[in-house]
């Protein structure tokens, strides 16, 4: 991924609490570019969602539909022993 689409995420990854911007900004920085492309993808599209359904996934309180949206959900929880 070039740096442009790197910096479009980055900017992406900014949400409304800081608690979300340092969660889905921390794997950005330290998981994104060891991931495969479609893992990549998937980031890329989560983003998509809304703040109270993405803390509520870290949370553990519901599951994300997609399976390789909960595969990012379950990295994040366990690097943060959430």
Do not use: V
């Not at 980055?10 to 998981?31: I, P, V």
Request: glycine fraction near 4%; charged fraction near 35%.
């Amino acid at each position: 991924m070039n740096d442009a689409c790197l910096k479009r995420l980055r900017w992406r990854t900014r949400r409304g609490t800081s608690e979300l911007d340092a969660l889905l900004g921390g794997w950005l920085d330290e998981r994104f570019a060891d991931a495969a492309e479609p893992l990549q993808q998937a980031f890329d599209a989560l983003l998509d969602m809304q703040d109270p359904d993405l803390w509520d996934w870290i949370m553990g309180r519901a599951r994300p539909a997609r399976t390789d949206w909960q595969a990012i959900i379950d990295d994040i929880r366990a690097r943060h022993r959430l």
